[in-house]
């Protein structure tokens, strides 16, 4: 391990003076270096752009996956790389409980016969609503996630993702605005 204590120096003595000129210009006391325009408007809307993606992804999950507890055990689970156990849903579930009492009730009695068609109903729609899920979840979730924000995944296209530059050179833009900045003042000081 090199540890060089003359970069230690230099990169704490650019980060105070960063920190001072930041300070100065929140209080009004120094002049802002002002971004370009564009640049400052491309910001906001991939900033903005950016936010209503994560509002709809999180939605999304909660619509496809309501029970919390549910929704943290398969995110463990892909953070596991293990296979999410197939659960149950509730149509199908319901349907279980309406052949149950239908066999118990009798199945020839006209409420048991009703129990059983309304139960072969409620399974098509619990296997409807698990279709549903896993082809919302790889069609939908998955592009998204690995598309927009994320670092870009192996099987996508090899660019980087079109809003993830403006919101990573955010920062970058931010540090050079502070060091312009605090260079003007020094120089003006001078």
Known sequence: MDFNMKKLAS???IFFTRAVQFTEEKFGQAEKTELDAHFENLLARADSTKNWTEKILRQTEVLLQPNPSARVEEFLYEKLDRKV????????LLAQYMAEAASELGPTTPYGKTLIKVAEAE???GAAERDFIHTASINFLTPLLLTWFWSPHPACAPSTPVLLTPLRTEGLAASSALNTSACRGSAQRA
């Open 11 to 13: 990169d704490a003595g």
């Open 123 to 125: 399974k098509r729609l």
């Open 85 to 92: 156990p197939s659960r149950v849903t509730n149509g199908e």
